[in-house]
């Protein structure tokens, strides 16, 4: 579909000379919007909620708005304060120091809130993980972390195999009984005091790990420090635009880099309310959320404006969405067809955002100052350089299609990957960091986003390795070999297709298939679990023994099969 530029809003944003300000924009300018640019005192915590706590025009405006089916409250930047503050002090209490990783396991709340920033004003590195969650997923990231502390509920605490986590020393359980070793948050935190000492710390200590899947091995531990704050409150400012009496809302959970990259700190570090909704997603509940709270800005993903489109232009007109005056998507390429749709249901762009969980923020992106060519992901921050490269890391010339690069040393960039230099290591060439996305860049310097170059599946926005599913896969006792590919679906992006060879004496039959299928949305989580599984007598390799996925995904596509010579016989 091609489309014709969409001008941009006139006027009335926070990038108004949007070229003088692109050329002279440096990072360093940014330092001085926060506290420790005069103190020295550096805490991300501090600079999100307690520097709005501490001024009287702001500390009764309320930074968290929590709302779901069975619950509605309302928490003030100063009450965000002191019940972290009161959580800081419960892992003081147990011993939590600077540096220890402390994850949490549990749906949103105004707890998980309170404890996630929490752990950071002790300095420790929050973990947290996506309530979805099953065993196996759960061990890997908690094993690989050696987390000592982990903050779940009694409802989630069958997926936490502690017998085999022999670091992980303390539970946390958030509501009901804390029965024996467990600590009972609710009565910790009822004795705790809601004064707090921050841990003030170094701009490049850690204090955040995110789990993300690559197309070979585990899920790695992407490394975050402090200093990404300040990446995140500029992007908050130019891409979000967001301004002090905005209402904003992030629907990402926090188990994803979205939701909390953009679902914690952006909104928080430029003072802004945030509504986070509890529940399951439907479009009578989040147009019913945009109305009833009055949301301003709106970040959330293709998937779900895909599922909003289905669901009918009259669904989006029975509710009052007025209060709308910006719109965001990131996870997936944002089609054309959606942002004309969002132009006739919601008068106003869908702005296209790219960057991953490895970058921390924003890269590329639409601006409400700019011209927006559907399709495009936009156009690189201010203070960022991006190109297509070769395999070499030479810079390709406009109009070809290349390895999305972007020259190192933004301030979000992760650190590491925990406990494993090498694969940090291995995404970076010749001063480029290679994102694993192939990419063109037009003449005029808009960035179109092509594909994935490894096997790593988008399936509703959500990144799948194949090898984290092939391996869950051949633990059911009927599977002998599996591969994994995403296979192309309107409204997903992706699904997951899995090839599998039976085991003697098994048979193919609809029942085993689902049962497959249950083995693997029970261990791992439901968006990792196939939604296609076929029978295969063998499941082609390499003659070092690799899966070639890309031949499964040729044969599923019915594409030309390319280069078989390593084909194992
Ligand atoms: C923030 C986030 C990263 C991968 C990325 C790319 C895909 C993200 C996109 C996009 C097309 C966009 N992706 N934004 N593809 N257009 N605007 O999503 O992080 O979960 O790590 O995923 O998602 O393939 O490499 P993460």
Known sequence: MDMQPIPARSGNHNMENYKETYENFKW??????????????????????????????KKNQPALIYSAPDREETLTFEDLKLKSNQFANVL?????????????????????????????????????????????????RLEDSEATMLITTPDLLDRVPTDELPDLKQ??????????????????????????????????????????SGSTGKPKGVYHVHNAMIQHYQ????????????????????????GTSYGIFAPWLNGVTNVVRGGRFSPDDWYGTIAEKNISVWYS????????????EEEAKKHDLSSLRHILSVGEPLNPEVVTWGLSAFDLRIHDTWWMTETGGMLICNYPAMDMRPGSMGKPFPGIEAAIVDNEGNELPPNQMGNLAIKEGWPSMMRAVWQNPGKYESYFLNGWYVSGDSAYKDE??????????????????????????????????????????GKPDPERGEIIKAFVTLRDGYEQSDELLEDIR?????????????REIEIKDTIPKTRSGKIMRRLLKSWELGLPTGDTSTLEE
């Open 171 to 212: 539970i946390v359980l958030v509501g009901g009984d804390a029965p024996g070793n467990y600590i009972s948050y609710d009565e910790e935190m009822e004795q705790a005091s809601d004064e707090f000492n921050i841990e003030w710390v170094d701009l490049e200590d850690g204090m955040l790990l995110h789990y993300t």
């Open 518 to 530: 249950q083995f693997v949305k029970k261990g791992l989580s439901a968006h990792a679990a196939p």
């Open 301 to 312: 993903a293709p998937t779900a404006f895909r599922k909003l489109l289905s669901a009918g």
């Open 28 to 57: 360093d300018d940014v330092k001085g919007n926060f506290t420790w640019n005069q103190t020295g005192k550096v805490n991300i915590a501090y600079e999100a909620v307690d520097r709005h706590a501490e001024n009287p025009d």
């Open 444 to 485: 005029d310097g808009y960035f179109w986003f092509q594909g994935r170059l490894d096997d790593v599946i988008n399936t509703s926005g959500e990144r799948v390795g194949p090898f984290e599913v092939e391996s869950k896969l051949i633990e059911h006792e009927a599977v002998a070999e599996a591969g994994v590919i």
């Open 92 to 140: 003081k209490k147990h011993h939590i120091e600077k540096g220890d990783r402390v994850f949490l396991f549990m749906p949103r709340s105004p707890e998980f809130y309170a404890a996630f920033l929490g752990i950071l004003k002790v300095g420790a590195i929050a973990g947290p993980l996506f309530e979805a969650f099953m065993e196996q997923a759960v061990r890997d």
């Open 235 to 258: 992007t908050g400012k130019w891409v979000l635009d967001l301004k002090e009496d905005d209402v904003y809302w992030c629907t990402a959970d926090p188990g994803w880099v979205t």
